[in-house]
């Protein structure tokens, strides 16, 4: 059974920053695209980072471009979402996502699978 594990949510401050992870299992994703999305209460699901397991590229929304910073360990087999100066439009639910599509995909219908999510709150 192929899992996408996310963990690091939590309720923190303005300014502050967290980590998040998240790690597969059941299989590998080396030729896949790692992507994190977010949800917040009311609105829609919407893209936030992806990175390629295999190589360095990345991209970030532009609502968090020189805030939040993708990467992953393969030796670990991981993730992360590194987010740092959170504001309190940040607080959503965070998925982890991956997906076969060629380049860097951004939008839901690209991704096959998900993770539950991990909860984000950032209180002003």
């Known amino acids: 059974q192929v899992q996408l594990v996310e963990s690091g949510g939590g309720l923190v401050q303005a300014g502050d920053s967290l980590r998040l992870s998240c790690a597969p299992s059941g299989r590998t994703f080396s030729n896949y695209a790692m992507g994190w999305f977010r949800q917040a209460p009311g609105k829609e699901r919407e893209f936030v980072a992806a990175?390629?397991?295999?190589?360095?590229?990345?991209i970030i929304t532009d609502s968090a471009k020189g805030r939040f910073i993708i990467s992953r360990d393969n030796a670990k087999n991981t993730v992360y979402l590194q987010m740092n100066s959170l504001k309190p439009e940040d607080t959503a639910i965070y998925y982890c996502?991956?997906?076969?599509?060629?380049?860097?995909?951004?939008?839901?219908?690209?991704?096959?699978?998900w993770g539950q999510g991990t909860q984000v709150t950032v209180s002003s």
């Open positions: 996502a991956a997906s076969d599509y060629s380049g860097l995909p951004t939008r839901r219908f690209e991704y096959a699978y």
């Open positions: 990175i390629y397991w295999s190589g360095g590229h990345a």
